[in-house]
């Protein structure tokens, strides 16, 4: 295997050290958890939160989520990898906003600028430079990846629900999927427009929101249809993959780093918990998992950033081994904490489940893998 | 951008020219004798010579020792051993015998020795002259090998060597040994080491005595030490600096640093070979490879291969490495245990048939035999368990058990 090379310069590092500090300056630590007090009593424990619009203006106001947009179009033009350093950063700091999915129409709007450039493409990406959030709606299954199967277009207007549609609830731009006669379409509506509906899916994940999205009789504005529309579709699935994966792996750096400090602090036995092998080598674990999700990440950005031919599987593998590293350190935190991690009070849960959420979301690691052994086992059968 | 960078560039292309070409006109037809799967485990006179001659080629050819300094028999590069390794291993080449040499004795005295010490014995290591082997694990120290018993101490301006090393691999062939030895037996134990640069081959009051591993091969030895002379120009660095010394060595065969015969990547081919086995061999009435179960474990190899790669690419981008030892530190773990865990694979697609030895009828390579053999990996060269270790207290600065 011939050593790959990453790109990752400077401005990409700049979009993820300001973010950084603007997300620490805005969420400190705790900040979460005390707008979620859970109602005991209740039957749900922890309910929906709005997302802070002043943090959503700041973030907009930085240019993140047009970082992947061109310059045309108001778009800071920066690689792929700085898209996904800003997806890790929002796993990081758990931050509950919509900039994961705004990011992941960023990444679309930029495939149909190629595959199927227009005026309403471009109006899509300018809607995101001026601070639109936005996402995708299209799945239908529980593997949420979104498709073109959950919702239809017939005489110009769109019908069916689509779920698990990640900041449904907050995106003002809802970018719709659908079958027609003429093929797949793509559309963009406005949330607030006549025949949309969403209805809140209450998640374990506290600091994000998702919906189902009913459309009856919806109008928008038509993006691609046809073979174009697969095609851009086809390579928007890749961004999708590749940021998800870099929230978990922000969000389980975190869980890493916060484990580790609690093994330091934390004593038993008369001595701090870190010194026995069953704890380090637990967070050693962990270590390893998140690093090759990491290194698979950004590996994946620089596949799209060159359109290289294996960039799906190099998605999918991101996705895969992400997974793999939510599961593990969702798991070993809680458990690395003892009772206090099992309680509401200690932070741990909350990015615990933000990783969960991110495992389960956009297919899980053996989905991923099963896909991948087609495209690597199957392709390599035909080739013999 | 400076005229600098350029320049690189383009000698790092020639460079990548040259080796090809060389490959192409050079790489050996394999010999009539099988030849051994790694340096450890050579078994004959025959193998050794045949695979000493082909690293003395590859040094001729400046594909062996490029970035050390011409007067230390190298050829005074800058940053090439990387490309010339990788385009070995990708062509398949045999492997470099004096392993010990390349990645252990040659650093180190590169980076502790005299000049005179680095040009009596650099080139050797480079050329395969001078075979090498390493005298750190005793029979009571080996995780713990700050705990070493061998003995060295001055009689007439001379140093005097009596002990017990052990698992000493290559020592059959190796002319002179990387020894550590207690030289100040009242201090502390991590202070009362001294490194030296020992002769072995016919050397008085050594005795090597070959050990059978478990997959029946010869491989590593014994070697006692009865009152063996070392002469005091032999000892690398200063008394008492032996474990400082000694870090350096493990710094290199932990593949934590690229080193004069290359660093750790875990190759394609093994992984082609499974796919092509899994493809040949039936699970039930189908072949394997239409198995579910097998479809994920290969993907699953696949993927950590890939993200080992990915691992080396962004070890170079510091902006993207929280912490400079993090991925130099997990090399040697991960890689030895992706190949352990390949080799079992390949061992479970064989069903009963990778029970049988490889000389039966109808037998695949990678049997049950390889995969016992993969626990070399993880043993050798500190286990996996000591890797997590370390990976825990310096990386994670977790509080060391002590
Ligand atoms: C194929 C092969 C080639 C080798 N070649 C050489 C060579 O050329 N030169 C040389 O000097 N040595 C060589 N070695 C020796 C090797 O370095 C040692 O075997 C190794 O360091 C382990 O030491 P040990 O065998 O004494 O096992 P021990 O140290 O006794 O370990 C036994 C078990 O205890 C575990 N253990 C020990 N301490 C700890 C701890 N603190 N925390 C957690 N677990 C622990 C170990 O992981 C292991 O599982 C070779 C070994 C092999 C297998």
Redesign the pocket.
Known sequence: MSAPTLEFDDDAARARDELRRLLGARLPRGAVRATRAPDPTAAHHGDVTPYDPALWRELSALGLAGAALPDAVGGAGLSASASVAIAEELGRAAAPCPLLSTSMVAGLARELARCAPSGGVDALSRRIVDGASATIAGASGVDSTPGFDALHRHDGVLLGAARYVADAPEAQVIVALARSEAGPVIVALERGAAGVEVIEERLVDLTRRQGTVRLDGARGQLLASGEVARRAWEAARSWLWTLAAADIVGACEWLLQTTTEYAKTREQFGRPIGVY?AVKHQLVAMMSTIDLARSLTYAAADSISRDAPDREAAARAAKAQASEAARLCAGSAIQLHGGIGFTWECDVHVWAKRALHGQLSYGDAALHRRELSRLWLDAALELR | MTDAPRDDDAERRAFATHVAEWLRAHLPTPPAFALPATP?EVQTEQQHEWLRAWQRACWEAELVGCDVPREYGGHGRRGLQATASRALREAGAPFLVNL?ALQMACPTILAHGTEAQKRRFVPGCLSADEIW?????E???????ASVQCRASVRDGVWRVDGH???????RFADWMILLARTEPGAQKHAGLTYFLCPIKGHSGVTVRPLV?LTGEL??NEVLFDDVAVADELRLDERGRGWQVAMTTLLHERGAAESAGGGLAVPASPLDALVALARRVPRGTSPAIEDPWVRDRLVSLMLTARALAAHQARARVPALCDHPLRLPLQAKLLTTEWAQALAHLEMELQGAGGALLVAEPNAEQGGARSYLGS???T????????Q??ILAERVLELPR?R
């Open positions: 092998q | 450890r010990v082997c390493q005298g750190f694990s029979p009571n120290a080996g995780s713990d090998l090393k052990v698992w000493t691999t290559l020592a591993k491989g590593f626990y070399g990996m043993i050798a060269a500190g286990t996996s368990e000591i997590r270790n058990h």
